[in-house]
């Protein structure tokens, strides 16, 4: 198999530019420590991988804070995984092609606020496990995602504060699990497609001790555009500081 292997190693203020062009099986492995890091990556080809595998200690590894990311996947069956540490950070994600998978793990050890996602999926039979937040700090979160394709797989879950998450789904058979747990959600949906099945599980989490009966915050609020025949939305809202 010819493979091609790049490990990086990042430490302090850093800036690093990579582009793999017209190659298959191409492997980034990440560990990187430092804060104000960029990191502009663009893979093209097939079957390539950020952190190579799912499981074991390769995966990409990035702690920091104020960090920038802008990654581009083109092609079919290309992967990213790995758990991030990121306060005040941006990532950019674009992907092009089918059968790619995300599995991206934002804050699961340590504190993840102030998080501003632009996605934007071309494709079909991709899959997204993105989740952020659990027991640690993860305080204003901005997601906007654009899927373009068909019997697409989203799971995304943010377990944390004060989230919007606003996403437009162009495709038929697309299958979407969402949650947004504690403080104040809004999420707008926009989508055109059929026999799609979308869950949505808002928990707003508890007012303030003391502000009485007529509270109102942390509130949930939903926009829902939906042009589809034989879709199935569920959604679920509650005012607990429980999961749904």
Known sequence: ??????????????????????????????????????L????????????????????????????????????????????????????????????????????????????????????????WDLDQGYAFSAERLDLDAIVIGNSNVFDL?????????????????NNINTLQKDGSQTMTVEWVGDSGDVDINQVSGTCVSGAGNGCSTPNATIVLDVDSDNATVTINQKDSANDS
Request: hydrophobic share 35%; glycine share 10%.
């Open 1 to 38: 198999m010819n493979k091609k292997l790049l490990s990086l190693i990042f430490l302090g203020f850093l800036s690093t530019n990579i582009h793999y062009l017209h190659a298959d099986d191409n492997e980034i492995r990440i560990d990187q420590s430092g804060d104000t890091l960029t």
């Open 40 to 127: 502009l990556i663009d893979q093209i080809g097939f079957g390539n991988v950020i952190s190579q595998t799912n499981a074991g200690d390769d995966k990409m590894v990035i702690t920091g804070t104020t960090l920038s990311f802008n990654i581009d996947q083109i092609g079919n069956s290309n992967k990213i995984f790995g758990p991030v540490i990121a306060d005040t950070s941006t990532y950019l994600y674009s992907t092009t092609g089918d059968s790619n998978v995300m599995d991206w793990n934002i804050g699961a050890s340590g504190s993840s606020d102030d998080s501003n996602y632009n996605i934007v999926v071309t494709g079909d039979s991709n899959t």
């Open 157 to 173: 879950d943010f377990e944390s504060n004060d989230n919007t998450w606003n996403w437009s789904v162009t495709g038929g058979s």
